[in-house]
């Protein structure tokens, strides 16, 4: 089942990676189809949480890449081989970095693109029979995080069930200063039915 991921804070998108594939069949690894595997990764505009990082990875699809699913170039393949195309800022575990693999002019990515706490930004995948669209949050601290061997070693990844709440959208919603809240759409309100649809694209802004 296909979902709208929304923005759980006001961001910017900075880095994609584009993994899509019918299926995956990795060695001593069940065979997995689909398996969606687009991530995204966007800056936190907030100055509640600056410097903040967020990835969302599994997606079927975003708006914010005009060429994802719509050029063959930028589209999903057979069998899961990893990158295809990536381009900007990207955040793992033990680093994080600029980057420009494959034919991204394909994908048409926004980077750059600010998007606000509510709005759209992808819609859920599936890895086999699981649908999912996992979020990754890394924080800005003044300790040195141990695990990180290239990039940034002041970002600390973090539990955000620990500090999340969960309340329902509406363009009027109002948020506690300082709290993480991932927003979803209920009966009181529900994105335009277009926007529903997993090829909507949103137009590139104007500078």
């Not at 575990?93 to 980077?111: K, V």
């Not at 649908?131 to 695990?147: E, L, W, Y």
């Not at 999340?164 to 927003?183: Q, R, S």
Request: proline share 7%.
């Amino acid at each position: 089942m296909v979902n709208p991921v929304l923005a759980p804070i006001d961001m910017i998108l900075i880095g994609f990676d584009n993994r899509n594939a019918d299926y995956s069949e990795r060695e001593g690894e069940e065979k997995q189809t689909p398996f969606n595997d687009l991530e995204l990764c966007f800056e936190s505009e907030s100055p509640e949480w600056p410097n903040m990082i967020i990835c969302t990875y599994h997606l079927l699809s975003s708006p914010l890449l005009l060429g994802h699913n719509i050029n063959l170039d930028c589209s999903e393949i057979e069998e899961w081989q990893g990158t295809r195309q990536a381009k900007g800022h990207l955040y793992f575990s033990n680093d994080d970095y600029d980057t420009e693999q494959g034919d991204t002019d394909a994908c048409e990515a926004l980077l750059g693109y600010s998007v606000k706490r509510g709005e759209l930004i992808g819609y859920t995948g599936s890895v086999g029979n699981h649908s999912m669209a996992p979020f990754r949050f890394k924080v800005q601290h003044t300790t040195i995080n141990p695990t990180v061997q290239q990039g940034n070693k002041y970002l600390h990844w973090v539990q955000p069930g620990s500090f999340f709440f969960w309340k329902c959208y509406t363009p009027n919603t109002t948020y506690p200063k300082g709290v993480l809240a991932y927003p979803f759409t209920c009966e009181n309100y529900q994105l335009p039915q277009e926007q529903n649809n997993p090829n909507y694209k949103y137009a590139k802004q104007e500078n």
